[in-house]
């Protein structure tokens, strides 16, 4: 017998899950923009940085550098929120999913974590953050090259 405590919980999950997809399709046109734009804005700014930064006033230095932070800092904590929501809401699954009820179980299999999606094929991991950063890496060496 499913108590109404577990109802609610299930509910609730399921009410996420359409938040979720409702989120995922409203920013699924701008990620792309925003993405791009953010990337160039990095590999710009590290490329300034490593061109000009023997002949730079210290102030532009420190601008340079602030703003090469900066930028990590925004796409790390973006990246990292965007992930922790797959990862709690796995391990919540994991939780129903070892439960003894076997409706509990039942409920596990139909569910699918929460995922902050990038685009139709992707979405976010614990990995997604080196992928963003070698994605970085490689256009600034690509731009050094030019």
Partial sequence: MVCPEELKIQNYYQHLRLLNNILNESLDSHWYLFKSVLLIVHCLVNTAIIKIFDRASWGTKYALIVGCLGLFWFEKNALSGAIKIYTKSADLLRVF?????TYERKFVKSCRPLRAEVGKCYYF???????????IVSNTISLLIL
Avoid: P, Q
Avoid at 97 to 101: L, Y
């Fill in 125 to 135: 991991v614990r990995s997604t953050m080196f992928t963003y950063l070698d994605a």
């Fill in 97 to 101: 999913k070892n439960s003894e009820d």
